[in-house]
């Protein structure tokens, strides 16, 4: 799982900042929180982080703004989407409170796949200052307001988080023109491995039989997979299990050794192991703090 330090933009703010850091979390695999606040003022940068970052002013601000973008200021619920390749400056004040959200491009990669249906490399994050998005700043609110390290309450963070990145996915993505991809799958093929891992979860799965589907040696599927789901064939099977696993813990009767084997893993303590990876908590850990909140 990625930590916090993982993150560029966390260890530029940690290391070389006046920041202060009040806390932090990580939450699945690709994704973690940070909320700080700063005492003095400062000039401070970004260049091409390799990861994106959603902040949220949550005090302050009013002041603050980007030295290469002058003209546009800050101020309580307001966002910047700093996308992975991005550069910018910042003149700060002191007084201001925020919390980022990082993001993995392989995460973003995956989100994109499962809600738009579309090859990742086709999309590009728009690098946006201080927009006021009030679907966005409640949910953002209401991730701010959890005890990010309680485990009940770190799965409510994260499912919160991947609707964050769902609604960015949605609302400030756009489409790369003028490049011609080369390496990834054809889009009838990607669509339909997409939907035969959805419709087979409780199955196997072997990379043969996937790479069979589309007709191509297991070495050229792998790489051409990874290309154009952001993620290794395993990975996104896992991903794809433990979404369908959340799923049923949270809609459907089924005991946790049903929801086991109807996500296709091998047993159940594997069940539990990778959950508790990805998520910090058992399935029934998970499954108690849904019908807790």
């Known amino acids: 799982m990625h930590q916090p330090s993982d993150f560029q933009v966390f260890r530029t703010l940690d290391?070389?900042?006046?920041?202060?850091?009040?806390?932090?979390?990580?939450?699945?695999?690709?994704?973690?929180?940070?909320?700080?606040?700063?005492?003095?003022?400062?000039?401070?940068?970004?260049?091409?982080?390799?990861?994106?970052?959603?902040?949220?002013?949550?005090?302050?601000?009013?002041?603050?703004?980007?030295?290469?973008?002058?003209?546009?200021?800050?101020?309580?619920?307001?966002?910047?989407?700093?996308?992975?390749?991005?550069?910018?400056?910042?003149?700060?004040?002191?007084?201001?409170g925020f919390m980022h959200l990082y993001i993995s491009p392989q995460r973003l990669a995956g989100a994109a796949v499962r809600t738009l249906d579309c090859e990742p490399r086709s999309l590009q994050l728009e690098e946006r200052t201080y927009i006021q998005d009030a679907p966005l700043a409640a949910l953002c609110r209401t991730l701010e307001r959890q005890d990010w390290n309680e485990p009940g309450e770190r799965l409510l963070c994260t499912s919160l988080a991947h609707q964050a990145v769902d609604h960015l996915l949605l609302t400030g993505c756009g489409r790369r023109t003028g490049v011609r991809w080369q390496g990834g799958l054809a889009a009838h093929v990607r669509r339909r491995l997409a939907d035969y891992i959805e419709s087979h979860l409780e199955q196997p799965l072997e990379l043969g039989l996937l790479a069979e589907l589309a007709a191509l040696s297991e070495y050229h599927f792998a790489r051409m997979f990874r290309v154009s789901f952001g993620l290794p064939p395993h990975r996104y099977v896992l991903e794809r299990r433990l979404t369908r696993a959340r799923e049923l813990l949270a809609y459907s009767a089924l005991s946790l050794q049903e929801v086991s084997l109807a996500c296709g893993f091998a047993s159940q303590s594997h069940f539990n192991r990778r959950f508790r990876e990805a998520h910090g908590a058992t399935p029934g850990q998970y499954r108690t703090a849904l019908k807790a909140s």
């Open 15 to 96: 290391r070389t900042s006046n920041a202060r850091l009040l806390r932090s979390s990580t939450l699945s695999d690709g994704l973690a929180l940070a909320h700080w606040y700063r005492d003095e003022a400062e000039i401070l940068g970004y260049s091409d982080p390799g990861h994106h970052t959603l902040s949220l002013y949550l005090q302050g601000g009013w002041q603050t703004f980007r030295r290469d973008r002058p003209g546009l200021y800050g101020g309580p619920d307001r966002f910047c989407v700093m996308p992975a390749e991005h550069h910018s400056d910042w003149a700060v004040t002191r007084g201001l």
